[in-house]
C-alpha cells in the first residue's frame, strides 16, 4: 500500500509540490458532550473530537494515510474535490471504493496542485451514515493570492448534532412504523470555530465537557475582532440534514465565495447555507469596543416534521472585541430568505457551452410495497451495487459502455459530452444535491416546473457570459434547477441529495464518464481489490459482478412503490364478487315475485343429490380396490 502511494503521488504530482500527509486513526471517541446536553459515542481521529481540521496551499498533494480502527468499513470523502480521472479517490462507497475493512489502511491522494482548485471544501465519512457520528471536518486550500483582501480568517463550522447512534436512528427512519418518513430530527445544533489548521478554543471563565475541552462551541465559543480589521468568514455546514441561516448582528457581510467559486462581492444580510454548502463572507469589525456581538445559527426548521419542545434551533455564539464588555443580542430576524446563488458571479469566467444531451431527474418519495418509505429518481430508488461502479467500469471491456450493466439508476456519458442534468423536486421538502468530481453551472430555475407559465418556469438562457458555478444546490418544493457538465473527467461520480437520511433511502444516481478512455488511465491500486475481497465483494463484472450487461440476478434492487391499480387477481376476485352479488339479487327479485319450489320438489332434488354421492362412492371403492 505504501509503494502504491508513492507511485500514485509520482505519477500525479510535479516535482515541485510538497506533500501534506496526515495520518488518521479512525477510532471511537467516548463520552463526548459538545452541546453540554447528553454524552455519546461519537467517531473521532487519533482518540480525539473534532477531527483534524486540514489546511493546504494549492502547491500541495494532499495525502491522508487513514487506518480504520472501528468495527465497520469506513471512508474518507473529500467533499468537492475532482479527482481527475482518479475517481477511485472519491471515498463514495459502492462507486469509488468497497471501504476500508476493520484494522486495515487506506491511502487517500488528493492531487490538490494539479486540480485548479482552492476555497471552502470539508472531509466526511462516505460509508454507512458515519459522518452522522462525528467523522466530518473542514478543509481550507489557499491560493498564492487570494482574490480578495482582508486582514484575517477564520472557519466557522455548522452542524446538526443527534444524542443517538446512527444505525440506531436509521432503523427507527426506515420503518414500516414510520410510513410517512418523517426524518430524525437534532437534538441540538452546533457552531464553532478553526484557524491556521486549529480550533479555537473555549471563552475563558467556561467549563465545558471535559472530552471536547480543546474546543470552543456556541455560546462557549467567540470570534476575537479587534478594529477597523476586515474579516474572512468561512462557512461550512457539516449537517446530516438541518440548514442553517447565519447572521452577526451588529454587522454586514459580503458573500465572496460558494463552494470554492470566488464571486464578486455581494452585500447580503444573513446567508443560508444548505446541507454541504459553503460560502465565504466578508465582515468589517466596527471601530468601537464598547460591546461584544452575538453571532446567531438558527436552524431551518421547516424542513422537520416536528419541532421537539426540547430542540433549541437558534444557536448562538459571539464577536467579542473586549472580554469585559457585555454581549449585545439583537434577536431573531423578521423573516428568513435564501441565497440568489444564480445572481453570484464568479470572477473567474467560464463560458456557457451549449448542451448536447439533458438528463432529467424527478424527486419522489413514497411508502413503498414493503410498508417503509423510500426516495426515487424518476421512480426508482438507489441500492449500492455490488462491485463499486469505477470496479465494474475497468472491468466491463467494450461493454462498459452499456448504463444497463450500472443497475437502473446509472448514466453513461460521452468525454465530453456537455449535459444538462434538470432536478424537479416532486416532494414537499427543500433538497441539497451533490454532484461528485465536478462543478455544475447554474443555468436556471423553475419556482414551478410543471407550470407552462414563463414567469414561473422560464426558458434557459443560453448566452449568459459567465454563470454562477457550485458542487452543492439547493432545490426547494416544486421548483428545479439546471445544471451544466462538462463530462471531462473520466471515471464514475456520485449524484445524491446530501441529506444523509435521503441518501440512504435511495435518492441517488451514478454518471459513468467515458468508460473507454478511463480504461486507458486505469492505475487503481490493487490494495483496493485485496480489500473488497477482505470484505467478501466482487472487484470485476457488472454491478452484481456478472461478465454480462443483462444478467444483474442477485443485485439488491427495490423496494418498489405500491402498485394500487387493478391486478388479474383482484379483477378476478372483484368479477366473482359481482357475479355472487347479480346472483342473490335476482334470487330475492324471483322469490319477491313469487317464484318457489315446493317441498315435494325440494324432497326429490335431496334424494336425488344422495343417490349421486353414493354412486360416486361406490365408483372410488372399486377403483380403490382394483389399484
Same mark, same amino acid.
Given at each position: ?21 496526515? =495520518? ?58 475532482? +479527482? ?30 494539479? &486540480? ?117 468568514? $468561512? ?9 442553517? +441561516? ?5 454587522? *454586514? ?6 463552494? /470554492? ?24 469589525? %466596527? ?69 448536447? $444531451?439533458?438528463?432529467?431527474?424527478? !424527486? ?33 471491456? *467494450? ?10 439508476? &446509472? ?58 458555478? %457550485? ?20 471515471? !464514475? =461520480? ?9 441518501? *440512504? ?63 388479474? %387477481?383482484?379483477? /378476478? ?55
Amino acid at each position: 500500500m505504501k509503494w502504491s502511494a508513492l507511485a500514485l503521488l509520482s505519477a500525479a504530482s510535479p516535482a515541485f509540490a510538497a506533500v501534506r500527509e496526515y =495520518w488518521w486513526n479512525l477510532t471511537y471517541v467516548e463520552n463526548a458532550n459538545p452541546d453540554g446536553l447528553q454524552p455519546r459515542r461519537v467517531i473521532g481521529v487519533n482518540g480525539t473530537w473534532p477531527i483534524p481540521p486540514i489546511d493546504v496551499t494549492t502547491d500541495d498533494v494532499l495525502l491522508v494515510h487513514a487506518l480504520n480502527s472501528l468495527d465497520q468499513p469506513a471512508s474518507l470523502h473529500h467533499h468537492g474535490m475532482y +479527482f481527475n480521472s482518479t475517481s477511485w479517490m472519491d471515498g463514495a462507497v459502492g462507486v469509488s471504493q468497497c471501504g476500508i475493512p476493520p484494522g486495515q489502511s487506506f491511502d487517500y491522494v488528493v492531487p490538490v496542485n494539479t &486540480s485548479g482548485q482552492w476555497g471552502t471544501y470539508w472531509v466526511h465519512s462516505h460509508a454507512k451514515g458515519q459522518y452522522v457520528d462525528g467523522l466530518r471536518g473542514p478543509v481550507v486550500i489557499h491560493p498564492p493570492k487570494e482574490a480578495h483582501a482582508y486582514d484575517e480568517e477564520f472557519t466557522v463550522i455548522l452542524g446538526d448534532w443527534y444524542h443517538d447512534q446512527h444505525d440506531d436512528l436509521l432503523q427507527q427512519f426506515v420503518s414500516i412504523a414510520n410510513p410517512g418518513g418523517a426524518e430524525p430530527v437534532p437534538d441540538s445544533a452546533l457552531i464553532y470555530f478553526a484557524q491556521n489548521g486549529t480550533y479555537l478554543g473555549p471563552k475563558s471563565g467556561t467549563s465545558p465537557d471535559p472530552v471536547t475541552a480543546a474546543v470552543g462551541f456556541n455560546e462557549n465559543a467567540t470570534l476575537p475582532f479587534q478594529p477597523g480589521k476586515t474579516y474572512r468568514l $468561512r462557512i461550512i455546514n457539516t449537517s446530516a440534514f438541518a440548514a442553517f +441561516f447565519f447572521w452577526i448582528d451588529g454587522h *454586514e457581510m459580503r458573500i465572496i465565495e460558494a463552494d /470554492g467559486t470566488d464571486v464578486e462581492e455581494s452585500p447580503i444580510d444573513l446567508v443560508s447555507v444548505t446541507v454541504a454548502q459553503r460560502y465565504s463572507v466578508l465582515v468589517t469589525a %466596527r471601530n468601537d469596543t464598547n460591546a461584544n456581538w452575538a453571532i446567531h445559527a438558527n436552524m431551518d426548521t421547516d424542513m422537520f416534521d416536528t419541532v421537539p419542545d426540547t430542540l433549541n434551533p437558534n444557536i448562538t455564539s459571539s464577536i467579542t472585541y473586549d472580554s469585559s464588555a457585555s454581549l449585545t443580542d439583537l434577536g431573531t430576524v423578521d423573516a428568513y430568505h435564501d441565497v440568489d446563488d444564480l445572481a453570484l458571479v464568479p470572477i473567474e469566467v467560464e463560458e456557457l457551452p451549449l448542451a448536447t $444531451r439533458t438528463i432529467s431527474l424527478e !424527486v419522489l418519495f413514497d411508502t413503498m410495497a414493503d410498508g417503509t418509505n423510500h426516495a426515487m429518481f424518476n421512480g426508482i430508488t438507489y441500492n449500492s451495487p455490488l462491485v463499486p461502479a469505477i470496479m465494474s467500469e475497468m472491468s466491463l471491456g *467494450e461493454n462498459a459502455t452499456v448504463a444497463g450493466a450500472y443497475g437502473p439508476t &446509472s448514466f453513461v456519458l460521452d468525454h465530453l459530452e456537455v449535459v444538462d442534468i434538470v432536478v424537479k423536486n416532486g416532494d414537499a421538502g427543500k433538497h441539497p444535491f451533490h454532484l461528485h468530481g465536478h462543478k455544475m453551472q447554474l443555468v436556471g430555475r423553475a419556482t414551478d416546473y410543471t407550470s407552462d407559465d414563463p414567469t414561473l418556469n422560464p426558458p434557459l438562457n443560453n448566452s449568459q457570459p459567465n454563470p454562477m458555478r %457550485r458542487d452543492t444546490v439547493q432545490v426547494p418544493s416544486g421548483e428545479s434547477v439546471t445544471l451544466r457538465v462538462i463530462a471531462d473527467n473520466p471515471g !464514475v =461520480w456520485f449524484f445524491h441529495c446530501h441529506i444523509e437520511w435521503h441518501l *440512504e433511502v435511495g435518492l441517488a444516481v451514478t454518471f459513468v464518464e467515458a468508460p473507454l478512455i478511463a480504461q486507458e488511465r486505469n492505475a487503481i491500486p490493487q490494495y483496493m481489490y485485496d480489500q473488497c475481497q477482505a470484505l467478501g465483494l466482487p472487484t470485476s463484472g457488472n454491478a452484481a459482478g456478472h461478465a454480462s450487461t443483462t444478467d444483474l440476478s442477485g443485485l439488491p434492487l427495490g423496494p418498489y412503490p405500491q402498485n394500487n391499480g387493478w391486478h388479474s %387477481r383482484g379483477i /378476478g376476485a372483484m368479477a366473482g364478487c359481482v357475479l355472487t352479488a347479480t346472483i342473490g339479487m335476482c334470487t330475492v327479485t324471483w322469490y319477491a315475485l313469487g317464484g318457489h319450489i315446493s317441498e315435494e320438489e325440494m324432497e326429490d332434488e335431496a334424494r336425488e343429490h344422495q343417490e349421486a354421492k353414493e354412486r360416486r362412492g361406490r365408483l372410488f371403492g372399486l377403483l380403490k380396490r382394483r389399484s
